[in-house]
């Protein structure tokens, strides 16, 4: 047998973590040849619940399952780990202002950073699902200096494949015919959908975005506050959907994404397409031998362009507060 892959899912007590270890351990996430070995992170009081699903995945007995240890301690819960799904955050209490969130989430992400930094594997891979998955990411990468930036991502997946979904229901066509969609900027209302780029059915996604008033006041807003709608409809946030998407980062982070097709990723910007420096900004990405690829060479309208700056504008934002507050 190969050497199983370390994972590590933090908050793995919670309504995502419950969607998503199994999948792992199943091997839809690293392929059905991949044995992998769990590290469940949790904060103290959730490990009697992170033991209930660590008894729930042994009695499914996946083959691939290799092993499966429990930490509430973050040196102890990175240590040797290959892959680091970074779930668990601080949500926004009642009348917490953003610079509280953002001050909570540091107090998690900052740690979590500097035990990556010390104590994982020189491969390792973090995806951060936590909100603010952008900032938090930042937060993560800026406190892990010996670790290569382009390390860190944060998942705007879910709200890829959502816009997929919407985007086939209304060209009538299925999902699997919809590509090279883009989600730009935060993961938050902020964000941008753009179908400009994208092929629907085969014919060019521009034609559905031509109709303005479907895409102003329907597509966009619909990708950008599904998360609230699913809320509203469920009584509780995404959960089997987000742990979806992380699963289908990872697995195209590792064996890479489809010829002739592209996604999207919270990704360390180095400039591109004008998004400043040092924000994790979502970009359309293409990955191969294990590493994100920023896809060059697309022309971005006014319309777009505007949307793009508002988004990442707001990132900005965030990074001078998470600055001014010393948690990077
Ligand atoms: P839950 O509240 O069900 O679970 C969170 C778990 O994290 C809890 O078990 C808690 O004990 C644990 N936790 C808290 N602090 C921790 C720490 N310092 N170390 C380790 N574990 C810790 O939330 P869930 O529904 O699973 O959502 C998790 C996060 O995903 C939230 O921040 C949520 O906002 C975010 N989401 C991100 C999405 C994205 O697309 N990027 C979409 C779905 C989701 O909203």
């Given at each position: 047998?190969?050497?199983?892959?370390?994972?590590?899912?933090?908050?793995?007590?919670?309504?995502?973590?419950?969607?998503?270890?199994?999948?792992?351990?199943?091997?839809?996430?690293?392929?059905?040849?991949?044995?992998?070995?769990?590290?469940l992170l949790?904060?103290?009081?959730?490990?009697?619940?992170?033991?209930?699903?660590?008894?729930?995945?042994?009695?499914?007995?996946?083959?691939l399952l290799a092993g499966i240890d429990i930490h509430d301690d973050v040196a102890a819960g990175f240590a040797g780990t290959n892959v680091a799904l970074l779930v668990g955050a601080r949500p926004r209490g009642a009348g917490m202002e953003r610079a509280d969130l953002l001050e909570a989430n540091g107090g998690i992400f900052g740690p979590q950073g500097r035990a990556i930094n010390d104590h994982a594997a020189d491969d390792v891979r973090v995806l951060v699902v936590g909100n603010p998955a952008n900032t938090n990411a930042l937060i993560a990468a800026s406190n892990a200096p010996d670790v290569p930036k382009d390390r860190f991502t944060a998942m705007t997946r879910l709200d890829h494949n959502r816009a997929l979904s919407q985007a086939a229901a209304r060209a009538g066509v299925p999902v699997a015919q919809v590509r090279r969609l883009t989600i730009w900027g935060n993961h938050s209302a902020?964000?941008?959908?753009?179908?400009?780029?994208?092929?629907?059915?085969?014919?060019?996604?521009?034609?559905?975005a031509a109709d303005t008033a479907w895409l102003t006041d329907d597509f966009i807003p619909t990708v950008a506050k599904r998360g609230a709608a699913i809320i509203?409809?469920?009584?509780?946030?995404s959960a089997a959907s987000a742990a979806n998407a992380a699963i289908d980062h990872t697995r195209d982070w590792t064996l890479g994404t489809p010829e002739g097709d592209w996604t999207s990723a919270g990704l360390w910007s180095t400039g591109q397409y004008g998004v400043p420096e040092g924000i994790v900004s979502s970009f359309p990405v293409t990955s191969s031998g294990g590493t994100w690829d920023?896809?060059?060479?697309?022309?971005?309208d006014d319309f777009s362009r505007a949307r793009i700056d508002a988004s990442v504008a707001e990132l900005v934002e965030e990074r001078e507060a998470v600055r001014s507050l010393g948690l990077i």
């Open positions: 047998m190969t050497t199983p892959v370390n994972v590590t899912v933090t908050g793995a007590a919670g309504q995502i973590g419950y969607a998503l270890l199994f999948r792992i351990a199943s091997g839809a996430m690293l392929g059905p040849e991949v044995p992998v070995r769990l590290r949790e904060i103290p009081q959730a490990v009697k619940a992170a033991e209930g699903t660590a008894m729930e995945l042994d009695d499914c007995a996946f083959p902020s964000q941008y959908p753009d179908l400009f780029h994208a092929e629907v059915g085969g014919r060019p996604g521009a034609e559905l509203d409809a469920r009584g509780a946030s920023v896809v060059d060479g697309i022309e971005i």
